[in-house]
């Protein structure tokens, strides 16, 4: 069988883009600006949302009332990547998937202070269900990166 060539061809995916927010994604943000994770509640099934929405996924309606989380929260799902990407931190980085409190949703996050000696041994001091805190950067703009990493509690 004859060898083929391979072909390569190198990209850069830079994509800048606006959101508009509305005003419950800017009261949320403004929120984590003060150090505060803030969720609401649906009046109709009683779902909390952290992040907050403008409405409940299940019913609809517009939550209405807002409550300060103590910002403790959940791991549901981890990967821990080995490879330097960019936007990320170095390797190895390990990304979650963050319950807070009870809400009914989760987000994407950073999980560091994971003691470890060997990279390849991190994974196996990450544990789904493990309990985590937020950590606060020193200057805060108003967006999800001003929680600079989740940490087990």
């Known amino acids: 069988m004859e060898q083929g ?9 830079h994509s800048p883009y606006t959101v508009t927010l509305g005003k ?3 009261r ?6 003060q150090k ?7 009046p109709q099934c009683g779902g909390l949302y952290v992040p907050a929405r403008p409405f409940c996924d299940d019913c609809f309606v517009e939550p209405t009332e807002w409550v300060e989380t103590d910002g403790m929260a959940t ?4 990967t ?8 990320l931190p170095d390797p190895p980085c ?3 998937i ?7 949703t989760n987000f994407l996050h950073f999980i560091s202070g994971i003691e470890y000696e060997n990279p390849r041994d991190l994974e196996k001091n990450l544990k789904v269900g493990m309990k985590l805190r937020p950590i606060w950067k020193e200057e805060r703009v108003g967006d999800m990166f001003d929680i600079a990493y989740f940490e087990p509690a």
């Open 28 to 33: 949320f943000l403004e929120g984590l600006k």
């Open 98 to 104: 963050i319950k807070v409190g009870n809400s009914v």
């Open 94 to 96: 390990v990304t979650g």
């Open 80 to 87: 821990v990547t080995y490879v330097k990407f960019a936007g």
């Open 24 to 26: 419950t994604y800017a």
């Open 5 to 13: 060539k391979i072909n390569r061809t190198e990209y850069v995916w």
């Open 75 to 78: 791991l549901q799902s981890f």
């Open 36 to 42: 505060k994770i803030l969720g609401n509640i649906c």
